[in-house]
C-alpha cells in the first residue's frame, strides 16, 4: 500500500520507517522539495521510500499520516492539499503542545476543541482517525518495548476508517483487543489532554518506554 507521512521529524520517520520493513511505498513530506531530512530519509530507506513536498506526498499516498506538531498541522494539511487528502483516511498523530519562554506547556486548541476535529472540520472529505498520538514514537511501532498487555485509542466519525486503521495498528504488533475506541472524533480531545499527564510520567519513570493498561469489570 502506498502511504504519505506529512512530517520529517522522529515520529515521522519512525512511522516511515516501520511502514516500509512491513513492505508499503511511503513518501515523506516536507515543506520544501529537497529537505535535507526527507532526502537522507529516502536514500537509507531504499527503493520503496520516496521524498517530496506535502503536496507530493498527499499525492501519492491511499493513506495519509499527519505527524506534524499540533499547532501547525491544518497549514502543513493545506499545503498537503484538500483535493488530495479527499477520500482517504488520515491518522492524526498530532499533540498541540505549546512551551512558553519559561518552558512551561499548554494546549492550544483544549477542552472545546482538538486538533483532530480542527482537522475533520477543515477537510471534511477526509476521513480523519485520531491515532497514536499517546505514545511515544518507539513504542508506537514496537508495542514489545513495553511488558505485558497495554492500550491505545482511536476515534473518529468514520467506522470504516477506524477499522483500517486498527488493521494497520495490527500490523504494527498491537493486537486488536489492545484498541480503546473511544468514539467520535470530539474524543480526540481527551486524547491529546493525555499529554500534559504523559510529559508527567516520562519525567516520573525517567524513559518512554512505558504505556497505559486499563483494567475493567467484564
Ligand atoms: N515525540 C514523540 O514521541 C511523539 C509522540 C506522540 C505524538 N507526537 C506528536 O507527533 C507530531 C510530530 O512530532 P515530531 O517531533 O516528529 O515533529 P515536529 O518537529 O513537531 O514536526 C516536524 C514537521 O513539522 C513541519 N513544520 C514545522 N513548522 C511548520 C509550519 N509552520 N507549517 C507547516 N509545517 C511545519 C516540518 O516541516 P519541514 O519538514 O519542512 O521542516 C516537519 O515536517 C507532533 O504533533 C508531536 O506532538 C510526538
Not at 14 to 43: C, F, I
Not at 122 to 130: D, I, L, S
Request: charge should be negative.
Amino acid at each position: 500500500m502506498r502511504f504519505a507521512v506529512i512530517g520529517t521529524g522522529m515520529v515521522g520517520q519512525t512511522l516511515a520507517d516501520k511502514l516500509v520493513a512491513l513492505g508499503h511505498e511511503v513518501m515523506l513530506g516536507s515543506r520544501t522539495k529537497d529537505n535535507e531530512k526527507a532526502v537522507a530519509w529516502a536514500e537509507q530507506a531504499g527503493p520503496n521510500g520516496h521524498h517530496g513536498t506535502f503536496a507530493d506526498a498527499a499525492g501519492f499516498g491511499e493513506v495519509v499520516l499527519n505527524a506534524t506538531s499540533g499547532t501547525v498541522s491544518l497549514a502543513a494539511l493545506r499545503a498537503a492539499g484538500a483535493d488530495r487528502l479527499a477520500g482517504k483516511v488520515l491518522v492524526d498523530v498530532s499533540n498541540p503542545l505549546v512551551f512558553s519562554a519559561e518552558g512551561e506547556l499548554s494546549l492550544n486548541p483544549v477542552n472545546t476543541d482538538s486538533v483532530g476535529e480542527q482537522i475533520q472540520r477543515e477537510f471534511p472529505q477526509a476521513r480523519v482517525v485520531k491515532a497514536l498520538n499517546t505514545l511515544s514514537a518507539p513504542v508506537m511501532v514496537d508495542p514489545g518495548r513495553v511488558p505485558g498487555e497495554h492500550n491505545l485509542f482511536v476515534a473518529g466519525d468514520d467506522a470504516g476508517a477506524k477499522a483500517e486503521v486498527v488493521s494497520l495498528l495490527q500490523e504494527f504488533g498491537w493486537p486488536a483487543g489492545s484498541v480503546i475506541d473511544l468514539g467520535g472524533i470530539s474524543s480526540a480531545r481527551g486524547m491529546e489532554m493525555l499529554m500534559p499527564f504523559w510529559i508527567q510520567l516520562m519525567r516520573a519513570f525517567g524513559t518512554t518506554d512505558f504505556n497505559y493498561s486499563f483494567k475493567r469489570a467484564e
